[in-house]
């Protein structure tokens, strides 16, 4: 099914957990890309809704991102901190989302994200929303890792191309074609999201680094914003994969594993595997 919404996964630029690290999710702003998640969203007018629910220093996370929308000229921007379920199933927080243009998921610990919304009715109108709705959903970091359905939840960086050196989980399911990582290049995340497309090998992965995002139209094409790289893992041509049958702890074999390394302005079609890239020539897009 085609979505009528935008996606909008950002690289990261925090360390999740370390709450001095984590104040400032908010430095990609001067690359652009927070202004392209303002100008997606119809504009400075939007009714935007920050949910740091990852977070683990949210009213520092929340204020970061009130100033920094305010600096774009943005007035109606709402924090909605879901900490439980039931929070996630009030009538009020829900009118929240339902009135939204752009939702915007902090960084942090993604787990959080689909243990205290996923499946509940802000879940399902988000859903539904994307789907049916101009709505934006952006999300940097944890924020971007939760929209694909099977979400990488953890994993060591150090035992790359290792089986059982990533942790899968059930995410929210915005672009079920996906596999994304984030903090990709700084922190090495290569092998667990190598190990990741081997387990699913009909989705593709993507690597993203920080101060770099997608936007994502209608679910089946995606742009590429921001300083720093993309890297795809297209295996769904592979010719071998061990992984299925080797027992964990064991170095993996992948056979004819497309990669593509995308950088500002390139474009990548999901159905057709395609990448189309800037000429040589062409300007630098901030926004």
Do not use: W
């Not at 996630?88 to 929240?96: F, P």
């Not at 979400?151 to 060591?156: A, K, L, T």
């Amino acid at each position: 099914m085609v979505a009528n919404g935008t996606l909008i996964p950002i690289g990261g630029n925090e360390d999740k957990g370390i709450e001095n690290d984590e104040q400032f999710t908010l430095e990609f702003i001067e690359e652009g890309i927070l202004s392209r998640v303002v100008k997606e969203s119809g504009g400075t007018d939007a009714n935007i809704v920050v949910i740091p629910t990852a977070s683990s220093i949210p009213r520092e996370v929340s204020n970061n991102y009130i100033d920094a929308f305010r600096k774009l000229g943005c007035s109606n921007v709402h924090i909605l901190d879901i900490r439980s379920r039931e929070e996630a199933k009030r009538e009020d927080n829900l009118d929240l989302i339902k009135n939204a243009k752009c939702v915007m998921f902090s960084g942090g610990d993604q787990s959080k994200i689909t243990e205290r919304i996923g499946n509940t009715p802000i879940h399902e109108t988000l859903l539904r929303r994307y789907q049916e709705d101009y709505l934006v959903i952006a999300g940097t970091s944890a924020g971007a890792m939760c929209m694909s359905r099977e979400m990488i939840c953890g994993g060591s960086s150090t035992e790359s191309f290792i089986k059982g050196a990533v942790k899968m989980h059930l995410g929210m399911d915005f672009i079920p074609k996906l596999i994304i990582d984030s903090h990709f290049i700084r922190r090495g995340r290569f092998g667990r999201l190598a190990e990741a497309v081997a387990r699913y090998p009909k989705l593709i992965g993507v690597g993203l680094a920080e101060d770099t995002g997608l936007v994502i139209k209608e679910g089946t094409t995606f742009e590429v914003i921001g300083s720093g790289m993309v890297i795809v893992f297209d295996p769904r041509k592979l010719k071998h994969n061990n992984q299925s049958v080797l027992n964990e702890g064991t170095p993996m074999s992948l056979v004819n594993m497309k990669t593509h390394v995308l950088a500002n302005g390139d474009r990548f079609n999901l159905r057709k595997g395609r990448a189309k890239v800037l000429p040589l020539d062409a300007p630098f897009l901030t926004s």
